[in-house]
C-alpha cells in the first residue's frame, strides 16, 4: 500500500492536480528537503575552510543562502550581493528557514554561539 507521500509525488510526476491536502504536504517536503540540502551544503562548507569552491559549483540560490548562515560577507561580495539584496533574492519564506539552520548548526557545536 502506497503511503499518502508516494502517492502525491506520483501524481507530481506524472502532472496530475492535487487537491489542497496534498498540495500543502508537497509544499512541506520540498520545504523540508530544501532545510536539509541546505544544511548539508553549509556543514560541507564549514568542512572545506576558506571557500574551498563550494562558492562556484552550487546554484546563486544555495551559495546566498549558506553565505549568509555562515555570515560570510566576502562570498556576497564576491557574487556581487550585499546582505540585502542577498535576502531579497532568497524566496522571503526562506529567511526563517536560515535562522533555525544557523540555530541547529550552532546547537550541534559546527559554529560559536555568537559570529563576529
Do not use: C
Amino acid at each position: 500500500m502506497q503511503t499518502v507521500i508516494e502517492r502525491v509525488i506520483q501524481k507530481v510526476a506524472s502532472f496530475q492536480s492535487l487537491d489542497e491536502g496534498e498540495e500543502v504536504m508537497w509544499h512541506a517536503a520540498q520545504a523540508a528537503y530544501r532545510r536539509t540540502r541546505i544544511k548539508k551544503r553549509a556543514l560541507q562548507a564549514l568542512s572545506s575552510g576558506n571557500d574551498g569552491g563550494w562558492s562556484n559549483s552550487w546554484g546563486v540560490g544555495d551559495v546566498l543562502a549558506v553565505a549568509l548562515i555562515l555570515n560570510r560577507q566576502d562570498v556576497l561580495s564576491r557574487h556581487g550581493y550585499t546582505i540585502l539584496q542577498a535576502m531579497e533574492r532568497i524566496n522571503p519564506f526562506w529567511i526563517e528557514s536560515l535562522a533555525r539552520i544557523e540555530a541547529e548548526l550552532k546547537a550541534e557545536g559546527h559554529l560559536p554561539g555568537r559570529l563576529p
